[in-house]
């Protein structure tokens, strides 16, 4: 007996514990997932400092528009119409008697009525429908530099299951940069001239019998929408027929014809005549500086050419090492000495290549000249000098959160309806009922702009390279870029190329907006009421109290 009522106490003891040790303890709940956090600038944004970029961007169309019109062909006679036939022959009867003898006729029986639908179209027609766009169509883009960005996050937090009421826990958050993507545009203006030529066309065919009714049937006719970019200017140049020669990788990047603006090249030919005289000619892209050559040379080699660019950059990137980057660069001066021309003029080489003019009439001011340039093999060896640009995109997930009941932040004297910070700085939370909390996501992100030079030195090598050029007045007027066998092939002309000496310049940072905000899901976290808490935590008391009671008893008994 004593030995059992040992065995209670001991299992009162233990209740005891359980209870008071239970009343305390805070589990982990479901995991909250807020879903795919995909944010995105909404507008364009300035690569100088926080705000929406500078554009302008607009065209105006002249010419022929028109919708919907349409024309038909042939035609239908006839209608549909819906005839009432009577059917019962004691009304006839009595109409027949009604209209002659009038004389105990009766009184009028029912019709017995049905209505007949009559057809009576014939002929045929066909109708023919348009919508269609013919004309020009010039605009305009400026550009002062601009960025655009987008990063996908995700995000977890672990809801408490169950907390007690002024109990201080914690969401344990959780997140990670999963993607991103940032592209830029340096500053840059753009005005062109396009060829628009859209049409959209249809046909609809009836035909009719009498009597047998009508088929119909339909069809598209045409479907077409093209664009061509008849002249575009830049800063760099007048572009004529853009995108259509092929550039040094054979791709259709060149433009039929230019004429260069800003962006200008410095050419440094020589010309023998034929007593071996020397001379020597230094030209703009359009005015001759210095021309000593012979009046009749018979042949002209270039010797150098320097060439000025308004660098016009645009980057792409994504997410690098935890970083969203993104670089490119272009050329701003480049200087080449043609080494088969200085090796010819040397006396060193035959001449590989050689510059005639196919026409040459006029003089002074009214002078047109057209000159050709063939070059069998052509070795340009220099240095470049080129503008580059970096960017650094560094995005921190951050939360609103909305509490439908006032709650205790750790750290915060008085009760908060909401907070506002990062996510993985969420502080620690008391509530005091069940409260449904509101996340709302945005972006702080970091943007990194770095601007420098590059400095390195470069050879190309071209096969049966052609170019020609017109002048007028000694101004040259038009030209095409030059095309060898190498671009035509899509074999490029890159003889060697040193790693460049960057040397930055300019370097800001700056937080970047424009990015949208995102609501996810709601979640609750459970206050127990106390009566139901007290139930738990008795029932699981006494669970475990039952059982270690059965043990015991059983090994006091043995």
Not at 255 to 264: E, H, K, R, T, Y
Not at 345 to 355: K, Q
Not at 441 to 456: M, R
Request: aromatic share 8%.
């Amino acid at each position: 007996m004593n030995q059992l009522h040992c065995v209670g106490l001991k299992c009162r003891i233990f209740l005891t514990a359980v209870l008071c040790l239970g009343a305390g303890v805070t589990t982990a709940g479901p995991v909250y997932d807020a879903g795919p956090l995909n944010f995105a600038t909404q507008d364009p944004q300035s690569m100088w400092a926080t705000g929406d970029a500078f554009i302008l961007d607009d065209k105006e169309f002249f010419g022929k528009t028109w919708n919907n019109a349409s024309t038909t062909i042939g035609g239908i006679i006839g209608d549909v119409s819906t005839v009432t036939v009577n059917t019962n022959p004691l009304w006839w009867a009595w109409k027949a008697c009604k209209e002659t003898v009038d004389f105990l006729c009766g009184s009028e029986p029912s019709k017995g009525q049905v209505s007949e639908v009559v057809d009576t179209r014939t002929g045929a027609e066909v109708k023919l429908t348009s919508t269609g766009k013919f004309g020009f169509e010039l605009g305009y883009t400026v550009d002062g530099g601009s960025v655009e960005a987008g990063a996908e996050f995700s995000a977890t937090a672990v809801i408490p299951d169950p907390v007690g009421p002024g109990e201080l826990f914690s969401l344990n958050p959780n997140s990670s940069l999963d993607d991103g993507t940032i592209s830029s545009q340096s500053p840059t203006a753009k005005a062109f001239l396009n060829a628009v030529a859209e049409l959209e066309a249809s046909v609809t065919a009836q035909g009719c019998l009498i009597l047998a009714g009508c088929t119909s049937g339909s069809g598209d006719l045409v479907d077409f929408a093209e664009t061509l970019t008849l002249a575009e200017i830049n800063p760099n140049a007048l572009e004529i027929l853009p995108n259509t020669l092929p550039d040094a990788n054979g791709d259709p990047t060149l433009p039929l014809a230019s004429v260069d603006l800003f962006g200008q090249k410095l050419t440094l030919q020589g010309a023998l005549d034929a007593s071996l005289t020397p001379g020597f000619k230094l030209t703009t892209s359009q005015f001759t500086i210095i021309d000593t050559t012979p009046p009749t040379p018979d042949l002209t080699v270039d010797l150098a050419q320097l060439t000025l660019n308004v660098p016009e950059i645009t980057t792409s990137g994504g997410l690098d090492g935890g970083v969203i980057k993104s670089n490119g660069r272009d050329d701003f001066i480049g200087l080449k000495a043609d080494l088969d021309g200085v090796a010819a003029m040397a006396g060193a080489i035959p001449p590989l290549g050689v510059g005639v003019d196919l026409i040459d009439v006029g003089s002074g001011a009214t002078n047109f000249k057209v000159t050709t340039q063939l070059d069998l093999l052509d070795i340009d060896v220099g240095p470049d000098l080129g503008v580059t640009q970096h960017f650094e995109l560094t995005p921190t997930l951050m939360v609103d959160l909305q509490f439908d009941n006032a709650v205790t932040i750790e750290g915060m004297a008085d009760k908060q309806t909401s907070w506002s910070g990062a996510w993985a700085n969420l502080p620690n939370l008391a509530i005091f009922t069940n409260t449904t909390i509101t996340p709302t996501f945005w972006l702080d992100a970091i943007l990194t702009n770095n601007i420098g030079l590059d400095l390195g030195l470069s050879g190309t090598i071209d096969l049966f390279k052609f170019s020609f050029n017109a002048s007028l007045g000694g101004v040259n007027l038009i030209g095409t870029s030059p095309v060898s066998l190498n671009s035509l092939l899509g074999l490029g002309n890159t003889l060697f190329e040193t790693d460049k000496l960057d040397f930055p310049i300019w370097d800001t940072q700056f937080a970047l907006g424009g990015f949208n905000k995102i609501t996810a899901a709601s979640f609750m976290v459970v206050v127990p009421e106390p009566g139901s808490l007290s139930l738990i935590l008795i029932g699981l008391g006494a669970l475990l109290l039952r059982r270690r009671c059965r043990r015991t008893m059983v090994s006091e008994t043995w």
